[in-house]
């Protein structure tokens, strides 16, 4: 891997695209996303992992890029250890789906499935109920058709 380059591991669903009949779409990607970046920060306190510069995430057919993705944990429940979500640790980290409570990538957010492309200024993935919120100028194209 080439110096100063960041990855983790999440293993989770992300939704890619969204059409107007329905805000997720069936048959999610499957296995587990991989985010890259120049940097990565976590503020173990906070409950966030931060990405920084160049960040592409990759979950099977679907590909995210963006200047930034915050990835956002739930809070620690009451009486639970306190540690760090990690299940691993090293320069390729991983965490449980139930740790994440949403993802935000903000900054020329382009996402891109099969013969789908959407871009915005910023998308959030809500995990609750599996949609993404895209706003800052979005738009979306398919085979010609914008």
Same mark, same amino acid.
């Given at each position: 891997? #080439?110096?100063?380059?960041? *990855?983790?591991?999440?293993? =989770?669903?992300?939704? !890619? %695209?969204?059409?107007?009949? @329905?805000?997720?779409?069936?048959?999610?990607?499957?296995?587990?996303?991989?985010? +890259? *970046?120049?940097?990565? +920060?976590?503020?173990?306190?906070?409950?966030?992992?931060?990405?920084?510069?160049?960040?592409?995430?990759?979950?099977?057919?679907?590909? =995210?890029?963006?200047?930034?993705?915050?990835?956002?944990?739930?809070? #620690? *429940?009451?009486? @639970?250890? %306190? +540690?760090? #979500?990690?299940? @691993? !640790?090293?320069?390729?980290?991983? =965490?449980?789906?139930?740790?994440?409570?949403?993802?935000?990538?903000?900054?020329? /957010?382009? &996402?891109?499935?099969?013969?789908?492309?959407?871009? !915005?200024?910023?998308? /959030?993935?809500?995990?609750?109920?599996?949609? &993404?919120?895209?706003?800052?100028?979005?738009?979306?194209?398919?085979?010609?058709?914008?």
């Amino acid at each position: 891997m #080439p110096r100063g380059l960041v *990855s983790a591991v999440i293993l =989770l669903t992300w939704v !890619a %695209t969204a059409t107007a009949e @329905s805000p997720t779409v069936p048959g999610h990607p499957e296995g587990p996303m991989a985010i +890259t *970046s120049r940097t990565m +920060t976590v503020k173990n306190l906070d409950h966030r992992i931060i990405f920084d510069r160049d960040v592409v995430v990759k979950k099977g057919d679907m590909d =995210l890029q963006a200047d930034q993705v915050e990835v956002i944990l739930a809070a #620690p *429940s009451a009486g @639970s250890p %306190t +540690t760090p #979500p990690f299940l @691993s !640790a090293g320069q390729d980290a991983m =965490l449980a789906e139930e740790n994440v409570e949403r993802i935000e990538a903000n900054g020329r /957010v382009k &996402v891109m499935q099969c013969a789908k492309t959407v871009t !915005a200024d910023h998308a /959030v993935y809500h995990r609750a109920n599996e949609t &993404v919120v895209l706003t800052g100028q979005p738009e979306t194209w398919e085979d010609g058709y914008r």
